[in-house]
């Protein structure tokens, strides 16, 4: 056994997915950093390993109870590990968002500042002092009755239950009530109760028609059902229920998600009349600090909440004083990590993922915790370059406070700063999982085998080339949207374009909802994204189709050059186990043919349906073909155990005996795209699918392996290669938010020459991007900013990546320019 003043982190043994026996020994009270190329097992390392095992010991330590479930969820696959402390995890994943968390909520500054009204806030004359709870919409206190707290309320009217009143009800003229059996019910009723169901629905009376639609009346009257197809039915009580109550009743109740949706198709969304979209009681909202309620002050950037607050401590007494300056010292941690724009009532699903983490972050450095392990996945990401070093002060405070901090990491500026590297390689898959490096920064000049190495020690001036010529241009005029306004863009096509600037300038505002939405309503679909590249179980995508958004700009010029448009955004390939890489890209139903055509598959009349895992017959009915058994915790997040019968493997015993040149089904879809790109050499269908991933530097992921697992840069290069394999015609203008996210430098490598690659051919890329070497490497360059919030929406430079670095004005400028001349 090793000291207890041992000072260092001893894993033995790990095997987690492609570990090979790994021992590292990692020093506490540091920034460690932990690199590698994608797949290449740092994940597995930090995550599945380190922070599992903390994680386990934890729950040991609390309930005797969890100690069952940790047997069913499984230890991490190590030998041992000494000298752990307890560990936070800060990943990427995101948890399901709600439209009730909000920053407030997540930063737990919503508390405070309801605190702050409840104690100092200006009472209304015989009013009694309120509670804290009464100033939260999530509180029975504090909602307004209306509309539940949500601040919005679901309206249906004639025009959306009645989309063509030339029908008759019988002829299907309510287009909301459901089909089959019940709507004919519903429609026998209205016939018993004597309205006219043959007549065209505009010729009933206006108050018959409102009866009808509206009513919260249900009369019971006895039916008596027309004879059909010779069956005698007999006469039954049938209820009515109007329209509206029945569209209501499904969207707030139905388990159904298909019918939820069927149903929002039939409402509009509005701001609640009672309390404006505030979701407050009117009681709350007479209560003021500073002469502002708190939904003013919730709704304001943090920098200006901050100002308010200031000017309403001064002679608001000794309570103001203290619970202000704790919420000014807490604001100053969020605004400290680039994040003053965002404001406290701002829905937890609009951030984006480098945005969460931030914020969860700045709630952290408040905590006071010391003697802690934070692992933080890629802090870095969607981070522009100037506040990458805000965000190094802040990692650095934490290790000052007596923590240690492991973070995994591709952003170079990041790995300098560390006081101790750990590079995990040489390769993705099962060509990694080694511990190259183990030890400081500057001794892994010597490791030839790292993948890393060149990148953090001989800086490569981007290779001279160039700047293409643009065929054409798309001008955007008078573009007003969030805080983007009354700005004129133009893009060139034919070309690589970087959009770039620090969060919240309006990068993803300018390019992911303006300039895709404008393409998408020219192209008369929905945003590709919604259709091509989207999970069917999404269920935020239902809102925005039935009502596309108004593009956000004036007028537009130079549309009719572009006749594709296709974006490629973070968002997973699928919510659930049962979505994966082979599904998604639709080599699954060329393996499932193949399996099919089999001579044993034949002889037992197996169809190609037998060979998936979703649906009955072929699969393990244990699992339902997921391969796991979902194990809910209380008051912890539920966990995945592999499932028992099946052992992970998703089918039943007799569909395993099926081989296809000497493998089962479960085997191909353990195989890795790399094994399975020699496996399906002579297939040129499977080619295809598996030369595109192979080509965006996903060789290392295994067929199967389910959506959950994919990181958002895993699922955003799925997308291109499903993109990549089709064959294109016409002029597409590819959209891509971030594509370096989570990437290695040698990988950024690869995924660049693919985009250049679909410039060569005459398409057009235009990306979102904080990567200064990819913006080097482009035709032209849109800079926004120049800070984030109200202070930016602006385009502060525009033009070669030479013109942008020699610009005035915006935060991108010098760090381009280093990115193009060869220096440190």
């Known amino acids: 056994m090793h000291s207890p003043h041992d000072p260092y982190v001893r894993v033995r043994g790990a095997q987690e997915h492609n570990l090979r026996s790994v021992d590292v020994d990692i020093p506490r009270d540091a920034l460690v950093v ?6 290449s097992g740092k994940s597995s390392l930090a995550f599945g390993t380190i922070y599992a095992e903390a994680q386990r010991r934890y729950f040991e330590s609390v309930a005797p109870y969890a100690r069952r479930l940790i047997h069913q969820v499984g230890a991490p696959k190590v030998g041992e590990i000494t000298g752990l402390p307890p560990a936070v995890s800060l990943e990427q994943r995101r948890s399901s968002p709600s439209s009730r968390s909000s920053v407030g909520t997540v930063t737990t500054l919503s508390n405070s500042l309801r605190m702050l009204f409840s104690r100092a806030g200006v009472h209304p004359e015989g009013a009694e002092q309120l509670d804290s709870d009464s100033f939260s919409p999530n509180t029975a206190a504090g909602a307004c009755p209306e509309c539940h707290g949500l601040g919005r ?25 459901p089909g089959a059996w019940q709507g004919k019910n519903l429609r026998d009723v209205l016939d018993a109760l004597g309205y006219g169901i043959d007549r065209p629905w505009r010729e009933l009376e206006q108050k018959d028609r409102d009866w009808i639609l509206f009513t919260d009346e249900q009369p019971v009257v006895t039916v008596h059902p027309v004879r059909d197809a010779g069956r005698i039915q007999r006469p039954y009580q049938g209820t009515y229920m109007s329209a509206r109550r029945y569209v209501l009743h499904t969207f707030a109740d139905s388990k159904s998600q298909t019918l939820r949706t069927r149903a929002e198709r039939f409402l509009a969304s509005a701001p609640c009349p009672s309390c404006g979209g505030s979701r407050l009681r009117p009681e709350a909202l007479a209560v003021t600090f500073a002469g502002r309620t708190i939904a003013d002050l919730a709704g304001l950037p943090l920098t200006s909440l901050a100002e308010v ?71 870095s990401a969607g981070l522009h370059p100037a506040d990458t070093e805000a965000l190094l002060v802040v990692l650095e405070r934490l290790k000052a406070a007596g923590n240690s901090v492991f973070v995994v990491e591709h952003h170079l500026d990041v790995v300098r700063s560390a006081d101790w590297l750990v590079d995990v390689g040489p390769h993705a898959g099962e060509h990694g999982g080694l511990v190259l490096h183990s030890g400081p920064v500057a001794d892994l000049a010597g490791v030839e085998a790292s993948a890393t190495r ?85 269920t935020t995508a239902s809102t925005e189709s039935a009502s596309p958004a108004p593009p956000g700009c004036v007028s537009v010029e130079g549309l009719a050059a572009v006749q594709r448009l296709v974006q490629v955004d973070q968002r997973p390939i699928g919510r659930t186990p049962r979505s994966n890489l082979a599904t998604y890209t639709g080599l699954f139903d060329v393996v499932r043919k193949l399996f099919a055509a089999t001579d044993e598959a034949r002889a037992r009349g197996y169809k190609a349906g037998r060979f998936s895992f979703n649906v009955a017959g072929g699969r393990c009915e244990t699992c339902q073909g997921e391969g796991f058994v979902s194990v809910e915790l209380l008051f912890l997040p539920s966990t995945y155990a592999p499932c028992p019968d099946c052992d992970g493997d998703r089918y039943n015993p007799a569909t395993l005996e099926v081989r296809y040149e000497g493998l089962n089904i479960a085997e191909v879809l353990g195989l890795t795209v790399e094994a399975a790109a020699d496996f399906f050499a002579g297939v040129p269908a499977a080619v295809r699918s598996l030369r595109a991933l192979l080509d965006v530097g996903l060789g290392y992921l295994r067929l199967g392996q389910p959506a959950t697992e994919l990181s958002g840069g895993e699922a955003q290069r799925i997308k291109l290669a499903t993109e990549l394999q089709r ?34 051919a005459g398409h057009s890329v235009v990306v979102v991007e904080h990567d200064m070497d990819v913006v080097a490497g482009a035709d032209w360059v849109i ?19 030479a013109d942008v670095a020699g610009a005035d004005g915006g935060p991108t400028a010098p760090y381009l320019a280093r990115a193009l001349g060869s220096g440190q």
């Open 34 to 39: 932990f690199t590698g190329v994608s797949g």
């Open 153 to 177: 309320v679901h309206r249906t009217s004639e025009e959306l239950l009645v989309p063509d009143p030339s029908l008759s009800v019988r002829e299907g003229a309510i287009a909301a009530w």
């Open 309 to 379: 607050l200031e000017s309403g401590s001064v002679g608001g007494g000794e309570t103001a004083r203290v619970l202000t300056a704790d919420l000014l010292a807490r604001i100053a941690t969020v605004t400290e990590l680039g994040l003053g724009y965002l404001s406290l009532d701002r829905t937890t699903p609009t951030l984006s993922n480098g945005e969460l983490q931030r914020l969860r972050l700045a709630t952290q450095l408040r905590s006071g915790l010391f003697g802690v392990v934070y692992v933080l996945d890629e802090p």
């Open 454 to 538: 060149r990148f953090l020690f001989h800086r490569q001036a981007v290779p001279e080339r160039e700047v293409r010529t643009p065929s054409g241009w798309l001008g955007l005029k008078g573009v007003d949207r969030h805080n983007v306004r009354g700005v004129d863009a133009r893009f060139p096509l034919g070309v690589f374009t970087a959009v770039t600037g620090v969060s919240g300038s309006g990068k993803s505002t300018l390019v992911g909802q303006v300039l895709a939405g404008v393409l998408a309503e020219h192209l008369g679909s929905q945003p590709p994204d919604s259709s091509e590249i989207m999970d069917t179980t999404d």
């Open 727 to 760: 064959l294109r015609r016409g002029h597409t203008l590819y959209v891509l938010d971030e594509p370096t996210t989570g990437l290695h430098p040698a990988d950024v490598e690869v995924l660049m020459r693919q985009l250049h690659g679909l410039v060569e």
């Open 783 to 801: 800079d926004l900013g120049p800070g984030g919030g109200d202070e930016g929406g602006r385009i502060v430079a525009a033009g070669s990546p």
